[in-house]
C-alpha cells in the first residue's frame, strides 16, 4: 500500500515552460487536492476534487489546470512557469470530506524551482 | 489575516523534556480541528483530528487539548525523542457556505537534541 506518490521530486523550469506534477493514490480515496507550501506560509489549497470527473477550484488557482480521469490519479498542470510558482506542492487524499473527521494523506511533494 | 496562529515559531528542546506547542484561532464555526507532523522534505501526517465537542485526544506521546470557548488548541509531547524534530500544523476545519475548507497554521518548528 504506497499511499499517495508524487512524481517527480524536483524540478527545475524555465519561465514560460510548462509541466504536469503526477499525483497517485492507491486507497479508492473519493478526494484529492492539490496545495502548495511556500516558506514561512500555511499551505494553500490549489484545486480540489471530489471524485473522478468532478474538479474545483481552491484559494490560489490561477496558473494551474487539473483534470480527474480516474478515482486514482490527479495530475496537476503548470501552463507558462512563472518564479511566482515556485514552490513545495502537496497533493493529498481523503476518504470523507474534511468536515467530516477525515484525516488528509498528504505525498511527499515536489520541489518546483521557476527561473 | 491569519485566522489560525501558531505559536511558538521555533522551540528546541533537550531529548526526555516535555514541550507544549499552542494553536489559537479565529475560524467560526468549525467543525474540528487538526494536528499534523511534518518531518523535513515529507508531507504531512495526521496526529489528532478533535470535533468541536471533544476535550482531549490522545495519540502515543502526544495529547492535544481543544477550548472551543477560548478558540484555543494546544499538543502536548511527552518525553521527547529525536525523531520527534519537525515541524507541527494546527489546522481548523471551517465550514463555510460553499463548503468545508481547511485552513492551515503556519506550523511550529520543533528540534530536539541530545
Known amino acids: 500500500n504506497a499511499g499517495v506518490t508524487q512524481t517527480p521530486k524536483f524540478r527545475i523550469l524555465k519561465i514560460g515552460q510548462s509541466m504536469t506534477l503526477q499525483c497517485t493514490q492507491d486507497m479508492n480515496h473519493n478526494y484529492m487536492y492539490w496545495y502548495r507550501q511556500d516558506p514561512g506560509m500555511g499551505l494553500k489549497l490549489i484545486y480540489y476534487s471530489v471524485g473522478a470527473g468532478i474538479t474545483d477550484k481552491g484559494e490560489v488557482p490561477n496558473g494551474y489546470n487539473v483534470s480527474r480521469s480516474t478515482t486514482e490519479d490527479f495530475p496537476l498542470r503548470l501552463e507558462l512557469a512563472a518564479p511566482s510558482q515556485t514552490s513545495v506542492y502537496f497533493c493529498?487524499?481523503?476518504?470523507?470530506?474534511?468536515?467530516?473527521?477525515?484525516?488528509?494523506?498528504f505525498g511527499n511533494g515536489t520541489r518546483l524551482t521557476v527561473t | 489575516k491569519n485566522q489560525v496562529e501558531q505559536s511558538p515559531q521555533s522551540l528546541i528542546i533537550l531529548e526526555g523534556k516535555n514541550c507544549t506547542l499552542q494553536c489559537n484561532y479565529t475560524v467560526s464555526p468549525f467543525s474540528n480541528l487538526r494536528w499534523y507532523k511534518q518531518d523535513t522534505g515529507r508531507g504531512p501526517v495526521s496526529l489528532t483530528i478533535?470535533?468541536?465537542?471533544?476535550n482531549t485526544k490522545s495519540n502515543g506521546r502526544y495529547t492535544a487539548t481543544l477550548d472551543a470557548d477560548t478558540k484555543q488548541s494546544s499538543l502536548h509531547i511527552t518525553a521527547s525523542q529525536l525523531s520527534d524534530s519537525a515541524s507541527y500544523i494546527c489546522v481548523v476545519s471551517a465550514l463555510r457556505q460553499a463548503g468545508t475548507a481547511l485552513i492551515f497554521g503556519k506550523g511550529t518548528t520543533l528540534s530536539v537534541s541530545s
Open positions: 478533535m470535533t468541536f465537542s471533544e
Open positions: 493529498a487524499s481523503s476518504y470523507f470530506t474534511p468536515q467530516e473527521n477525515s484525516p488528509l494523506h
